[in-house]
């Protein structure tokens, strides 16, 4: 399986994921209680329409009008219901809903006729009905595993003379759960019927109706239209509006019609077809729609109720103010808190998306009023469609998959961010431009987490193959450390050529080749595989890695991604204890010697990939100038008759070895020339005799330098004390052939 139908196949496993989890009432729930919440906190406060207010029975009225504030403000006279009611009436509200409970006789029956006389003068009351829910057990013996009950729902009546008076009345169930999102426009626990926010929608709406009736004639049946009574006959809202709506339901195709008929239409001005529109989507809309809170409690302009009855003394400014801000509006009357302990004893507030940190709950008023504002402005929070929502995540699925598993670890945290960030922005400007609700928590907290679990899943699978790669292209006596550090650094994918810093070894045998033509064959491998495997192990007690062995030499190298001091340690090391370990071997043995010469050099090395994308067609190869000029390195130890030979790019820093530099030399076939030192031994190990050549090796190849004519003598003394002295015997050998004026400072060799 190719690495491209891995990621794809991740892809398709975590959108199915998000899918899955979104369809689960557990995944609706958490972006219900999580994703919502945090949308409306990123969207803030939005304004609420004009044509709604709220007039609060609260605390300061209660004071203001010398009412009990305690055990609840329900007991209020009402006669003074009905002064408000004439109050609103007179200063031209449009719609008065009462929020207010009207099924028990008052403790004076006087303000009954009172407020029902108020309320039929007024002719535009609406009241919310309160409802009474009954379980019914319609199993006979306890005893019986299948339990049948039922829950009744019915409304609980008015006093007749209200009932009688009022424009419509309805309830207005709201889901019990800890925190409100939604409401019921039709309710279907009692025979989808309308709830006060499609009420009192219909009853704003009734200036516009009989433009609304002719409309439906044109594009609908007569008789069905015929049944539809003019404005001026509307006596039963509610019948009015569950008729609409059982039309709309069962002949969908009405809507579109009415829809058409609209645009064209002429004879109509902007804002009645805007009333027209909201009352088709009222009829053909959803049962249930979710709130859009315009922002904490009391966001929807509120005026105390005491403003409208007895403003404090000599406030008639105040008075005239709050009559004027009534007219032509939908004026909500109920209980509204201010405080948390408000909150606990009118029992009539809920937990929203806005309640702030000291627990200041909406009020079932407010979110009557929310519930109307949102339909008159065809502004509902609209979760976005199943369909689209799921496309979405799969696609969210797809993109991290083939993506993320691409990345660097760390890029594969950044992007993640910007993914989620990008996301998050989206979904804000589509909730804040168009109040859609994208899913947020699993996208953010289940399908990037997975695509990034899956994704460091792919990249340990593929880094897994790399270290098999790696293994074999360093061979058998790999050490772990070494490895683990490539696999760490190295990019598990691999698409490009990587840089590493390394430190390369190379041995080779002094005349092996005359060697290999006097032994037997088989002798001769014998003792090679003795040879190497003190070399191999030589080599891996010091972390590095043989890579290569060809006939009688060696390649070793040491790699890691950032040029460490102590990678050119463990290669100096290892240099040591193979001239240690071969001449422990060349005199405890009864076979040939093998003097071996080594050759150590660092720099940056290439390790590149052959092979097609698949993950199990490619191999690995090392390349670069480095080891070919290790290779030159070892083979100069044959003209200084030296036998460890490292570069000045291995030692820099490194004061531990005991080393003499021996001068530039430039290769054949090279442009740059290298520094050469022999790496004698380590310091605390030195010898008198050891440290007394380099000191004068090393002031005669000062003076080589600037060319002075001492020099000669320098070598000449080297070699009376140190007859055998390879590198002296080099330069003497060069300084007999020229003037001190011609010597160079950098030596050229011309065979390779």
């Known amino acids: 399986m190719t690495k491209y139908v891995r990621q794809i196949l991740l892809g398709i496993i975590i959108g199915l994921l998000g899918m899955f989890i979104y369809l689960t009432p557990q995944g609706w729930s958490l972006e219900e209680k999580y994703g919502l919440y945090w949308l409306f906190q990123l969207r803030g406060t939005m304004p609420p329409p004009n044509e709604v207010i709220v007039v609060a029975i609260d605390r300061p009225s209660a004071s203001q009008l010398g009412l009990p504030v305690t055990p609840n403000f329900w007991p209020w006279p009402r006669n003074i219901h009905a002064n408000l009611i004439d109050r609103l009436a007179q200063a031209g509200a449009q719609v008065i809903v009462l929020d207010l409970i009207f099924h028990t006789i008052g403790t004076v029956p006087?303000?009954?006729?009172?407020?029902?006389?108020?309320?039929?003068?007024?002719?535009?009351?609406?009241?919310?009905?309160?409802?009474?829910?009954?379980?019914?057990?319609?199993?006979?013996?306890?005893?019986?595993?299948?339990?049948?009950?039922?829950?009744?729902?019915?409304?609980?009546?008015?006093?007749?003379?209200?009932?009688?008076?009022?424009?419509?009345?309805?309830?207005f169930p709201l889901p019990d759960k800890p925190r409100i999102n939604a409401y019921?426009?039709?309710?279907?626990?009692?025979?989808?019927?309308?709830?006060?926010?499609?009420?009192?929608?219909?009853?704003?709406?009734?200036?516009?109706?009989?433009?609304?009736?002719?409309?439906?004639?044109?594009?609908?049946?007569?008789?069905?239209?015929?049944?539809?009574?003019?404005?001026?006959?509307?006596?039963?809202?509610?019948?009015?509006?569950?008729t609409m709506r059982h039309l709309f339901v069962n002949q969908p195709e009405i809507k579109r019609q009415l829809l058409l008929e609209l645009r064209d239409s002429t004879s109509l001005d902007k804002d009645t077809k805007q009333m027209i529109q909201v009352l088709i989507n009222l009829y053909s809309g959803q049962e249930a729609y979710y709130l859009n809170f315009y922002g904490p409690p009391r966001s929807i302009k509120t005026i105390p109720y005491y403003q409208f009855l007895q403003p404090p003394e000599g406030d008639e400014k105040s008075l005239n103010a709050a009559l004027d801000s009534v007219k032509d509006k939908v004026v909500f009357v109920g209980l509204s808190s201010t405080t948390q302990s408000e909150n606990e004893q009118i029992r009539d507030a809920y937990h929203s998306v806005f309640t702030d940190p000291e627990g200041v709950k909406i009020s079932g008023v407010e979110i009557a009023a929310t519930a109307f504002a949102?339909?008159?402005?065809?502004?509902?929070?609209?979760?976005?469609?199943?369909?689209?929502?799921?496309?979405?995540?799969?696609?969210?699925?797809?993109?991290?998959?083939?993506?993320?598993?691409?990345?660097?670890?760390?890029?594969?945290?950044?992007?993640?961010f910007i993914l989620a960030a990008a996301y998050v922005v989206f979904a804000w400007l589509l909730f804040k431009q168009a109040s859609i609700w994208l899913p947020l928590v699993?996208?953010?907290?289940?399908?990037?987490?997975?695509?990034?679990?899956?994704?460091?899943?792919?990249?340990?699978?593929?880094?897994?193959?790399?270290?098999?790669q790696l293994l074999e292209l360093f061979g058998q006596f790999t050490p772990e450390r070494v490895v683990g550090d490539l696999t760490?650094?190295?990019?598990?994918?691999?698409?490009?050529?990587?840089?590493?810093?390394?430190?390369?070894?190379?041995?080779?045998?002094?005349?092996?080749?005359?060697?290999?033509?006097?032994?037997?064959?088989?002798?001769?491998?014998?003792?090679?595989?003795?040879?190497?495997?003190?070399?191999?192990?030589?080599?891996?007690?010091?972390?590095?890695?043989?890579?290569?062995?060809i006939g009688d030499a060696m390649l070793a190298i040491w790699e890691v991604t950032s040029a460490r001091k102590i990678l050119r340690e463990e290669a100096c090391k290892?240099?040591?204890?193979?001239?240690?370990?071969?001449?422990?071997?060349?005199?405890?043995?009864?076979?040939?010697?093998?003097?071996?010469?080594?050759?150590?050099?660092?720099?940056?090395?290439?390790?590149?990939?052959?092979?097609?994308?698949?993950?199990?067609?490619?191999?690995?190869?090392?390349?670069?100038?480095?080891?070919?000029?290790?290779?030159?390195?070892?083979?100069?130890?044959?003209?200084?008759?030296?036998?460890?030979?490292?570069?000045?790019e291995v030692i820099e820093g490194i004061d531990r070895f005991l080393t003499r530099p021996l001068g530039s030399f430039l290769f054949a076939g090279k442009s740059l020339p290298v520094n050469l030192c022999e790496l004698i031994t380590y310091q605390q190990r030195a010898t008198?005799?050891?440290?007394?050549?380099?000191?004068?090796?090393?002031?005669?190849?000062?003076?080589?330098?600037?060319?002075?004519?001492?020099?000669?003598?320098?070598?000449?003394?080297?070699?009376?004390?140190?007859?055998?002295?390879?590198?002296?015997?080099?330069?003497l050998s060069i300084c007999s052939q020229s003037s001190p004026d011609q010597w160079s400072s950098i030596i050229k060799l011309n065979e390779k």
Request: aromatic letters at 8%; proline letters at 4%; hydrophobic letters at 45%.
């Open 110 to 171: 006087e303000h009954d006729q009172q407020l029902a006389k108020a309320i039929r003068s007024a002719g535009n009351v609406i009241i919310v009905e309160r409802l009474y829910t009954e379980q019914l057990d319609f199993t006979n013996d306890e005893n019986e595993s299948f339990q049948l009950k039922l829950i009744k729902e019915e409304s609980i009546p008015l006093l007749p003379e209200i009932s009688d008076a009022v424009l419509s009345h309805a309830p």
């Open 184 to 242: 019921w426009a039709f309710k279907p626990g009692i025979g989808d019927a309308p709830t006060i926010p499609a009420i009192v929608l219909q009853a704003f709406t009734l200036k516009i109706y009989d433009d609304f009736r002719r409309l439906l004639q044109k594009v609908h049946n007569l008789d069905v239209a015929q049944q539809l009574p003019d404005q001026d006959r509307i006596k039963d809202l509610e019948s009015l509006v569950f």
């Open 374 to 416: 949102n339909l008159l402005e065809n502004k509902s929070v609209r979760p976005f469609s199943y369909a689209g929502s799921l496309g979405l995540l799969l696609i969210m699925g797809l993109t991290a998959g083939i993506i993320f598993p691409l990345l660097s670890n760390r890029n594969l945290i950044v992007v993640s």
């Open 442 to 468: 699993i996208p953010l907290f289940i399908m990037i987490p997975g695509a990034i679990f899956g994704a460091i899943i792919l990249k340990y699978l593929a880094a897994r193959h790399e270290r098999d």
């Open 488 to 549: 760490r650094h190295v990019d598990a994918n691999l698409h490009k050529d990587q840089l590493v810093f390394g430190a390369c070894l190379f041995t080779d045998v002094k005349g092996y080749t005359t060697l290999a033509e006097a032994m037997d064959v088989r002798q001769l491998k014998l003792l090679m595989d003795d040879y190497f495997d003190i070399l191999s192990r030589s080599v891996k007690q010091n972390n590095g890695v043989v890579s290569e062995k």
């Open 574 to 648: 290892a240099g040591l204890a193979i001239v240690d370990n071969i001449n422990q071997f060349n005199h405890d043995r009864n076979h040939p010697a093998l003097p071996t010469r080594i050759g150590i050099h660092f720099g940056e090395l290439l390790i590149t990939k052959y092979g097609s994308g698949s993950m199990d067609n490619y191999i690995y190869r090392v390349v670069g100038d480095l080891i070919n000029t290790t290779s030159r390195i070892e083979g100069t130890n044959k003209l200084l008759g030296t036998n460890l030979l490292v570069t000045s």
């Open 688 to 731: 008198n005799q050891q440290i007394q050549l380099c000191a004068m090796f090393t002031d005669a190849l000062t003076a080589y330098l600037q060319q002075q004519a001492i020099a000669i003598q320098k070598w000449t003394e080297i070699l009376r004390i140190f007859p055998n002295d390879g590198p002296t015997k080099f330069y």
